[in-house]
């Protein structure tokens, strides 16, 4: 009922230069990476970290708003990995590099190391005397800024700014973020220039020449392992190779906070039943779940007939009620992404990892913690994203998506 299969697939690595978001060519070059499931603190408590992060989502937009705002080659691709609760990076910083695992994040844009792996001073490091610091709700660092050379696989930035974390918390096993979000999520967080903001990766790629178009095309896979290479950012455009069909794009929301994020309008339906009317949410790749507003959420534990887990927090069904479950339709400006009933579930070989019963059925599907009318109304963290492309768009200032060979694969 629940076929499990290692998703074992050779992640691809390459440069060309183009006048727009391209495809990446046939013959690329082979970026192997291997990591753990982060278990070091015992089993994972996947919704305490997703609804914290969450309302540290909403605090952070509201941090801004208060203040001052402004928001302003060729395609590569670098692989990713899946840690149960995060996708992981390999990215060089200095001459010679110095290789750090940083978290894909979307919902922020600063770049910091020495979480784990101490950072090292090349030639290339400028100490900027800047403090710089960053909470994010399941954790935060502070320490100083530096100006390097960063390197995303055969990708060179120049003159990057990074933050050098002194202190850190709740980044076990990592060793920072590289942050992908828009510009503006970096304004306040240099202490001593409130106002200013720091460009990111993706605007220093783009700034400097290197992609012709400031564009991030994420894939991530399902997976049944506790650690396999299972996706792939590209710089400057997307991978042909790792989507079906056409990209649809929709304009980014102008509904705060949401607005802040990559964050889109999109209505959500369990079968035909309408459980979350057109409202503005965020796609965020540093969410683990799919987070609803409150009432979405009890209109589809209804609708399904779960119930709660007490150990895990999770949405728990019978193999019965598996059976009966209908899709989750994401409609999103004219287009429903339909999430399968499989898709719906927490892969059962990884539940003993988030303190689950090994043959329970658990549910990726949670509340947000606040009713739906607060402007962040929803998250499609990373489960919805293993099943559907997706590109941020920062040039056109919109989101696109489109399926995937893993859009109906039965991997949990």
Known sequence: MFPTASLLSTIFLALTVAAKPVAVPDSPISLPIARRLNTSGGAINLLQHDQARAAALRDRAEAISSGKMSRRAAAASIPV?????????????GNPATTYDLIVDTGSSNTWVGAGTAYKETSTSVDTDEPVSVTYGSGSFSGTEYTDTVT??????????????????????????????????????LTDEQDATIPTVTDNLYSQGTIPEAVVGVSFEPTTSEEVTNGELTFGGTDSTKY????????????????YYWGINESITYGSTTILSETAGIVDTGTTLILIATNAYSKYQSATG?????????????????????????????TTYALTPNGQVWPRSLNTYIGGTSN??????????????????????????????????TTNSRVGFATTSYTDATTN
Do not use: H, K, W
């Open 81 to 93: 990995i899946n840690e149960a609760t995060s996708y992981i990076a390999q990215v060089g910083v």
């Open 152 to 189: 995303l696989g055969s990708l060179t930035i120049t003159t990057q700014s990074i933050g050098v974390a002194q202190t850190s918390t709740g980044f076990s096993g990592v060793d920072g973020i590289l942050g992908i979000g828009p510009l503006d999520l970096t304004e306040g967080t």
């Open 244 to 259: 079906t069909g056409a990209i649809t794009y929709t304009p980014l929301t102008t509904t705060y906070p949401a607005s």
């Open 306 to 334: 779960a119930t709660e887990d007490n150990t895990t927090g999770l949405l728990r069904i019978t193999t019965s009620q598996y059976d009966a479950l209908e899709d989750l339709n994401f409609n999103v400006d004219g």
């Open 360 to 393: 329970y059925v658990y549910l990726i599907v949670n509340s947000i913690g606040t009713p739906s009318g607060e402007g962040l109304d929803f998250i499609n963290g990373y489960t919805f994203l293993e099943r559907f492309y997706s590109v941020f768009d």
